[in-house]
């Protein structure tokens, strides 16, 4: 039961409910963006975003990391105003594509603070990474260090004498989180296995026109316990000493009131240097981490209308979204928890579902909305990081539009697509 004006905390930083009873994001009434900007739609806290990269670099230092490098896994929030927004503050960002490589290039990160991942890297995507001069190069397979090699000789350097790179290893440390969120096992698709890292790191020594900086692991996402990326630091740390280690991202967000409160920004980053210090990294080496979800998940909302409600087993309100804008809880089980924007505090059991024609596409199963109506603006928070990365057109529903929000002002930074940009692509 929601009090006074007191919000669960999957909302964003400064979100408030106003004097009409109306959720607040950035300033703005929830019910006015819907009004003005239409439904489904992504709404974005500005400064919620700011501050928590602020609050990573301020950790960082805080902790005795001089050189704490924090790169935004630019899948969680693949979107040009807030690459923009992150790059202007100071960070750097991990790409997993070319496509990501383009949207961080031309939402102005330097190319020196652009980490290039991915497990099946093409040969356009690695010529690509290094004509641009990417800061790093995470390898993950001996086949993509034989391309590289290749690639090197044949002059894509350019003037260049070495492109940086980092191994990745897959330290077979397992966190506690969905399966197809787990990357630290030792079955993994990721990365080199501990007992083929020596040979890789070897390998790339070998290689003229590769210059070895060190090592790199990420363990997974959605991560609420700090002991895993520990355990993660001290099996890189048996692999020898390094200039530069980067230990992914993985922290994990707060989607619902009642799930266990994941560590804080500051714990997870004190946590981190603590754990490479005591593992020899020192002060002086170059430390690096990769949150996506903890920059972006709960910065943003996502406003839907209510288009039916029917009774028969359970109560089914119908939405103007569902699996199209966030896929995660059909992917993931993910469970969030959702609101009628202008009455907060609902008491009536209620499964939200999309507008999908699949029974899966049900938004959150165990729903408690204060009676809700067609015409309700529906609120689920926490909807920043791999909702619009992972939207699809299914069922040719276009997808949103993002909202910036900051002191009561809105501002759209991505228009919602349209009918036109679904034939876009036709050749005929
Ligand atoms: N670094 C690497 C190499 C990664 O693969 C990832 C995420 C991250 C950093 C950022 O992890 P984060 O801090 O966001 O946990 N679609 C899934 C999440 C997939 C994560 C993939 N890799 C979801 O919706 O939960």
Redesign the pocket.
């Known amino acids: 039961m929601v009090t006074g004006t007191s919000l669960p905390r999957a909302f964003p930083a400064g979100s408030r409910l106003n004097e009409r009873g109306r959720l607040e994001v950035g300033g703005c009434d929830t019910i006015e963006l819907a009004a003005e900007f239409g439904t489904p739609a992504y709404v974005v806290a500005e400064d919620d975003l700011r501050s928590r990269a602020r609050a990573f670099l301020q950790a960082g230092s805080e902790a005795g990391q001089r050189d704490l490098h924090v790169v935004f896994?630019s899948?969680?929030f693949p979107c040009t105003a807030v690459l923009e927004l992150f790059a202007r503050e100071g960070l750097w960002c991990?790409v997993?594509s070319g496509g990501e490589l383009y949207l961080a290039l031309n939402a102005g990160f330097a190319p020196e603070r652009i980490v290039q991942?991915g497990n099946a890297k093409s040969e356009s995507e690695l010529r690509m990474a290094l004509r641009n001069r990417v800061g790093l190069i995470v390898v993950d397979n001996f086949d993509e260090i034989d391309r590289l090699e290749r690639l090197v000789a044949e002059g894509e350097l350019g003037d260049r004498g070495a492109q940086p790179v980092l191994v990745r290893v897959t330290p077979d440390v397992r966190g506690d989180t969905h399966e197809k969120?787990s990357?630290g096992q030792a079955d993994s698709k990721f990365g080199f296995a501990m007992g083929e890292a020596r040979e890789a790191i070897t390998r790339v020594q070998s290689v003229q026109g590769l210059s070895l900086q060190g090592l790199h692991a990420?363990i997974g996402?959605?991560l609420l316990s700090l002991d895993p990326f520990r355990r993660a630091a001290a099996e890189l740390a048996t692999l020898g000493e390094f200039p530069v280690w980067d230990l992914?991202?993985?922290?994990g967000v707060q989607y619902t009131e009642d799930q266990p409160a994941p560590p804080s920004i500051e714990q997870y980053t004190g946590a981190i240097v603590a754990a490479a210090h005591a593992n020899g990294m020192g002060p002086d080496t170059r430390l690096m981490i990769?949150?996506?979800?903890?920059l972006s998940a709960n910065a943003a909302v996502t406003l839907y209308t209510v288009e039916s409600v029917k009774q028969n087993v359970s109560r089914w309100v119908a939405v103007d979204g569902g699996m199209s804008d966030n896929m995660?809880p059909m992917?993931?089980g993910?469970v969030y928890e959702a609101h009628v924007a202008d009455r907060f505090g609902g008491s009536t059991d209620c499964v939200l579902a999309g507008k999908h024609c699949e029974s899966g596409d049900v938004i959150v199963r165990e729903a408690r909305l204060n009676d809700p109506r067609p015409g309700d603006v529906i609120v689920t928070p926490a909807t920043g990081?791999?909702c619009y990365s992972?939207a699809s057109n299914y069922n040719g529903v276009p997808r949103p539009p993002v909202i910036f929000c900051k002191d009561g002002d809105a501002r759209v930074v991505v228009r919602r697509e349209s009918f036109e940009d679904m034939t876009a692509r036709d050749v005929r």
Not at 248 to 251: E, I, V
Not at 290 to 294: I, M, N, T
């Open positions: 896994a899948k969680a991990d997993a991942h969120i990357t990420h996402s959605q992914g991202g993985g922290l990769e949150p996506g979800r903890s995660r992917l993931y993910a990081a791999y992972m």
